[in-house]
């Protein structure tokens, strides 16, 4: 497998269900990202992990839990969402640190239903 | 806040009709900036990049040229395929701040043969 990988790709769950939603990447970054895409809006960065390390948290709810086990692998946790919170879940890479801009490598999504 | 402004959509054109998409900037800093594509069911890719005032990034015939005076980042191309089809993003980094982007909200362009 090449690139970044999410899974799964569709994913519909109730308001009071656990989920999780899985990126890899085997690119050898180490700079890792979640980013949501609601339609007819920016794209929102959510998280940021660097080295492992969260370096952004963009004022996500805590319903929402990411975990980066290692430079190849992030998670998003999913607990008691809301309707409002369906929408498509992009997972992204690059190469570490803060230095100049890094080109993001996208996963093709997983696209979330709240009922 | 520092933000990205696209045109709306979305635009529809036919074969080989000259395209321009806008995009506008806001940064306190010295941003590069990007335009991304995303085809039908897959993530977004880059397209094109440019890095400091006057940069022109092209990529598969599409142009785009940092304009510091104007804060604006065109996406533009002479000749448009059905392949051409997709969601184009504009968005802008800024230096020390590494992979993390402000993207636009997207403007969906249609090409019809």
């Known amino acids: 497998e090449t690139g970044v990988t999410q899974t799964p790709r569709h994913l519909v769950m109730g308001m009071t269900n656990k989920k999780s939603l899985k990126c890899e990447q085997h690119l050898g970054h180490n700079a890792m990202y979640w980013y949501k895409q609601s339609a007819k809006k920016p794209l929102e960065l959510m998280f940021v992990?660097?080295?492992?390390?969260?370096?952004e948290n963009n004022s996500v709810p805590s319903r929402f839990s990411p975990e980066c086990p290692n430079s190849s692998h992030l998670f998003l946790h999913l607990h008691t969402l809301q309707p409002e919170d369906s929408a498509l879940y992009l997972c992204?890479?690059?190469?570490?640190?803060?230095?100049?801009?890094?080109?993001?490598?996208f996963g093709e999504g997983s696209r979330l239903t709240v009922l | 806040g520092d933000s990205v402004t696209q045109m709306e959509g979305p635009v529809t054109l036919s074969e080989e009709a000259f395209l321009t998409i806008n995009c506008t900037y806001t940064?306190?800093?010295?941003?590069?900036l990007f335009w991304y594509v995303q085809y039908p069911g897959e993530g977004l890719q880059l397209l094109l990049k440019?890095?400091?005032?006057?940069d022109k990034g092209s990529n598969k015939g599409f142009e785009a040229t940092y304009r510091k005076e104007t804060t604006s980042f065109h996406l533009e191309k002479g000749s448009v395929q059905v392949s051409d089809s997709a969601v184009y993003f504009c968005a802008r980094g800024e230096r020390g701040e590494g992979g993390k982007l402000i993207f636009g909200q997207g403007t969906e362009l249609s090409v019809k043969p």
């Open positions: 940064a306190t800093g010295y941003p590069s």
């Open positions: 992204a890479s690059s190469l570490g640190g803060t230095g100049t801009h890094r080109e993001l490598f």
């Open positions: 992990y660097n080295f492992k390390e969260q370096t």
């Open positions: 440019a890095t400091k005032a006057d």
